[in-house]
């Protein structure tokens, strides 16, 4: 299994999550996160100067799904996250050597 | 003429409840915008109060209550007789009989405030700050003081005879009507409509609406300008109708979903503002009528509002202008001579009814396109919106430099 | 009669100062609860005011105020006359003659909306939002109405002579013992006693009790029901009261932990709650010992009800209901008749703490059962609880669809 | 001498409008200071308001007001007269021939507890609880009560004709400077200068700020004593010094950052705090100045303080302190005969201007100094300082077990 | 060594903390997240139609520990954070190369 | 790629997210959480008795980075986290399998 974990812009959510519905991938773990990328934030104009904002707000979604499913996903993802613009976030795949459902005891690996 | 202490006790009082409005409008909006423009929205208000402070008591009280000037002018601005506060002094004045001339000049004070605070609902979350000091210096000399000249002023809504107890024309109309033409001008935020942009602080706001709430009764009861029959009177119509107001939204908007906070809320604002030209007319069995409809034709303009993709979304125009026109027809209509003196449509008197509307449709147009007009020329020249980069990481980092 | 102007200012500004109080509560309580309840807890103190506001004006006046009928409701209820507030006006009124009779009314008005949004506590985080409306409806009117007839309508209480200087039999044992009633019918929280619910928001709860404070001067003040000597003495024996009784259960409580902050507010609370029956009957040094007395019990009984594993968790019942008990009681026991005409026991007038006792007592079994029999009949017919899913979800969400 | 109403009702008005400023202190400061200390922040304030309610009705109204005792204790401090509230009744009183005597002293007790309230700055985020309470009550007995009978209660400043209107001197300087004197005792926090600290809630500041302003009101305007054009007059100016301090100080610091909205609120309250001594004395357009010119050196003092490294980062030293010593001396220079009968340096009166900087400098040596040795001597005995661990978890959990 | 991370009901927090430690687990990272699973959260009835509640609030746990200590680490944390309703929770097991503890400079593999 | 994620003392981070800057390392994914070590928390001394406070709040730093930069990462880490107190925090480095840039759909392995 992966675990699948992306951080996307927070005004993107909604579509992410409706997308990722639509494909069948239901479960989810959501945090708040700040976070920058290699261009360091956005940079603002500022009375001559200037002023580095980085550390932005962003969404983070972690998704464990079996490996086979694991490419549709991000296909998924990248598709309904993407702006185009700096920022959009990144995806990164991480492995998962067991997953244990705590109602039942069910394991699967 | 010598002052009346009661009357000079309450209306010190009143104009306390009515400045603490000003902030609260503040938290009001505050709660409402995302959380990255909460310290934005709240400063915009703060900063209403202490511009239009010193502006008032320069020109601003001046340009209201002045006497009208021989020229083209008369009946539309006061002359420069205050300036500075000249001749307003701790003796009762022209428009005060039983109180200081400078307590009557510091209670219109507040009302000018809170009318500038109202107004940035129409550029909320993307308004540059330097932009903003300057609009609201042009606005308030430029709309509200002849408005406030017009029908308390001595200026021709007054002669006319419309009848304004407590300002629903002059800060409610003006204000929304403002909010309306500037959302027009500065164009929707970036992603309206195509996201959800949820309120960050509901309880913010409840905080505001409640103390809106109670300075209102400073607002409507203190425009007796004496501790007497007549305050109690505007006072209870007051909390009439905005009870009124908040049950009518409450239930009204529950058959299209959850009965929520926000829409009582927005009821008990909308039941205020409805009442706040009729306070000292009516009876309050009225007020239930002017509240409960007032709270029921918001919602509907907010429906409305929405509908046409219209981002001006802190409502302004909804509530504060469209149930300030609400309120001046309603005067109109159910003032009875055993309150006040003044008699409305329902006993017979149908000029009253033409001269609120005549007063509120002209104040409607004024607000409307003045305001136009000077946000189009403040935008083509400092420039009112922030860029978009600024806009993406919100007004409270790019520009106050604050984080909450 | 004429009016007084000086009294006439402090009791409209009294009663801006109770009514912002309604609101306090919700924010007093919101802080306390789990915060996916937090925007139901504050949306009931504020339902509360605006439909109390409305019931008043329509009937509660009438029932608390009017006169008592020729039949078997003698000393019982009030008539129908003053309904629709036919009848109150502008000048002075029977229970007012140096104020307007309408703000007479309106100052009870803000005491029985405070008196419902106290009641809440009972069925916090459970309420089913429309059973909540309903049942406030009742309430006001069954239980609130009649009790405040008996007090200060011309009851039997006020016959009998039992002295209840602002309403600590009225407003806090009738609001603190419904809601252990409530309380007992709707049931503990799943999970209570399981698992810790801890408070979401203590800062704004001590907003909520710096705002009560603030209120309780009108509350207790304002009913000298004139601008007096009288009211100062309240104002005094208010302020020292809710000061000792912070104090007093901070250091008690401190021998079994930690001097936490909501222990200070909460002994205020206590204070404040202790002295408002005898506010205007004792000395400031009396208040010192009855504040003191009122934080010490309240903070045991809270032991007590937490021992006893009773989910009335935001302890209306712990300092209302028996904080008021105990007020009533120390009102016949320390009344001085240099204050206000009126001895207590300690002057060696038996006969006033008989009567104080007798209309306490009364007043807790009648609220009690009353609001009892209210609960299960609302909860037989439309189910005064949330489900389950409801209830773990939260109400913000599932009641008023909105999440903070 | 009877009592008027309209007076009774402002004043009455008044102290419950003070009262809110206690809380509002700790409001604004909480807001200020890491999440880990906001409860205890608050709490600080809160007690304050709790204790010094208690000693003032037992002993510090008489310390203060109480006749000079025939010893060399003379124009220093009062004698033991009103211990108890003994001879404070409800009629009128030595100080007050319109309100109730009770009144004068409530009124008086509020200003007292927002003093002790200020103080807190100099040690937040590091003093123990139970030390702050021992501190609180030394020092509002030694430090504040012979400060309020300096100048209030027929001490050597009144005789040598100081003028202190609202308490410029008895309350901002006192505090202001007992502030730097604990911070300089306590020492630094662990990490200042090293790493950040950045407020966690700039939102409640600034509500913090808004009710502080209100309040104000009641502080200035109620200082006149009464509902007359005096108090109208401390009104305006009031307001008006406060928007200039607004707005100064966010122009000013806009030249080296952002205009920040902690800006904005530190120039309000500095503009207060500068007009307090003077609101009764001066003309609106001299409040423009004076509130001007307040923001401006509070904020060049704030930058002082912080090249200095000197942690008193609430800044009540740099506000009230400061801001107060330049009210003092404006008091001297701005004041004219036309508004209440007393001239400045401007209308060539140099004695007015060196009886008002000889009171003020006196003010803050006396505060300064005796705070620094109650300050020693209470950290030698009890100890002022949370260990470091406690300071590390924070105040809120390490003293009061509580946590937001 | 691997990260164990437990995705569990807010309520339940309290007695798998005390669980870990009867076991000898201190060391833990915490954080608020929301999530749901394939239930797709808590369906609410409401004036005839439905809502969904999802992304209901929930309490991750990260705790990294030996190979050999993760069977127990897991019985200990479905032990005590069961309560058979839906919305228990997950378990997922990630693993961890190397880890360091920054004061002493200390490294594990 | 690995993932190094860092818990440290949040009034370190300034001086970790300048150290990081200067070696090179801008992208991060910032996440608040509490957490505790073997310590278990703090211990204060109180009336006699004694109260542990543990979940002390700190900030967790995810970076993603090549194989051939984790050393230099760890190290700029515990040089410029460490304090040399208890608390000061751990490093824990995690295998991704890949890392996926959502606005171009670039992807790394
Ligand atoms: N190397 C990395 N390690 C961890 N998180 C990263 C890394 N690079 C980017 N991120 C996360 O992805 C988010 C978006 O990255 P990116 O699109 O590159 O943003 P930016 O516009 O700042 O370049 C960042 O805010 C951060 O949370
Ligand atoms: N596939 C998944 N990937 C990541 N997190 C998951 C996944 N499935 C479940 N979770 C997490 O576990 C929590 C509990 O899941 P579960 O018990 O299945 O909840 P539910 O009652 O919604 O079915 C979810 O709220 C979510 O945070
Ligand atoms: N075994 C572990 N698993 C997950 N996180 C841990 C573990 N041990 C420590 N941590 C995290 O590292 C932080 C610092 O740990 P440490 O320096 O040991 O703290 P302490 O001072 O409590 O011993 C903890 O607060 C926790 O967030």
Redesign the interface.
């Known amino acids: 299994m992966k675990m699948v974990k992306a951080i996307i812009k927070p005004e993107r959510f909604e579509f992410v999550k409706k997308a990722l519905e639509e494909k069948g991938f239901n479960g989810m773990t959501i945090t708040d996160v700040k976070g920058r990328g290699e261009q360091k934030g956005i940079t603002l104009e500022y009375r001559g100067g200037q002023m580095i904002v980085d550390l932005l707000p962003k969404i983070q979604l972690e998704i464990v799904v079996r490996d086979s499913d694991v490419d549709m996903l991000i296909t998924a993802l990248t598709d309904s996250a993407r702006t185009g613009k700096i920022g959009d976030g990144k995806i990164f795949v991480i492995p998962v050597e067991k997953s244990i459902r705590i109602r039942t005891g069910e394991t699967e690996t | 003429m010598a002052?009346?202490?009661?009357?000079?006790?309450?209306i010190?009082?009143s104009?306390?409840?009515v400045?603490?409005m000003t902030?609260a409008v503040?938290?009001f909006y505050?709660g409402l915008v995302r959380r990255?423009n909460?310290?934005s929205m709240?400063?915009l208000s703060?900063?209403a109060?202490?511009?239009v402070?010193?502006q008032w008591?320069l020109v601003g009280y001046s340009l209201a209550f002045g006497n009208d000037p021989a020229n083209s002018l008369n009946g539309f601005i006061g002359n420069l007789q205050y300036m500075?506060?000249n001749n307003v002094?701790?003796?009762p004045g022209a428009y005060s009989k039983d109180?200081?001339?400078?307590?009557f000049?510091?209670f219109q004070?507040v009302f000018a405030t809170v009318t500038m605070a109202i107004v940035t609902s129409g550029f909320a979350e993307r308004i540059k700050?330097s932009a903003y000091l300057v609009f609201a210096l042009l606005w308030t000399t430029i709309v509200y003081d002849p408005l406030a000249h017009w029908v308390w002023g001595g200026g021709w809504a007054a002669q006319f005879g419309a009848l304004d107890f407590a300002g629903g024309t002059v800060v409610h109309i003006s204000s929304g009507f403002a909010a309306l033409a500037l959302a027009l001008v500065i164009g929707k935020r970036v992603?309206f409509g195509?996201?959800?942009m949820?309120p960050n602080?509901?309880?913010?706001t409840?905080?505001g609406?409640?103390l809106l709430?109670?300075g209102w009764?400073?607002f409507n009861?203190g425009s007796a300008l004496?501790?007497?029959?007549?305050?109690?009177?505007a006072?209870?119509t007051t909390?009439?109708a905005?009870?009124?107001g908040?049950?009518a939204w409450?239930l009204v908007s529950w058959m299209y979903?959850?009965?929520?906070?926000?829409g009582?809320?927005s009821g008990?604002i909308a039941g205020l503002v409805a009442i706040t030209p009729a306070a000292g007319y009516v009876?309050?069995?009225a007020a239930?009528l002017i509240g409960a409809i007032g709270g029921v034709i918001c919602y509907g303009i907010l429906l409305f509002r929405m509908k046409k993709g219209l981002d001006e979304s802190l409502d302004a125009w909804a509530i504060h202008g469209m149930g300030g026109l609400w309120g001046a027809l309603a005067t109109g209509i159910f003032a009875v001579a055993a309150v006040n003196g003044a008699s409305g449509l329902l006993e017979g008197n149908v000029h009253q009814f033409v001269a609120n509307a005549a007063g509120a449709f002209a104040a409607v147009i004024y607000a409307f396109v003045v305001t136009y007009i000077l946000a189009v020329i403040v935008d083509k020249t400092i420039g009112l919106r922030v860029?978009e980069?600024?806009e993406?990481?919100g007004l409270d980092?790019?520009?106050?430099?604050?984080?909450?």
């Open positions: 002052i009346d202490t009661g009357a000079t006790a309450w010190l009082a104009t306390a409840l400045m603490l902030p503040g938290f505050g990255k909460l310290i709240i400063t703060f900063v109060f202490a511009l402070s010193i008591v500075g506060l002094g701790m003796d109180i200081p001339g400078l307590l000049m510091v004070l700050f992603g195509k996201y959800s949820e602080n509901i309880p913010l409840i905080l609406a409640a709430w109670f009764f400073g009861a004496g501790a007497n029959g007549l305050a109690a009177q006072f209870v909390n009439t905005a009870a009124a908040a049950i409450l979903g959850k009965p929520s906070s926000l009582l809320v008990a009876t309050p069995m239930i860029t980069e600024e993406y990481v980092i790019s520009q106050h430099g604050e984080r909450c």
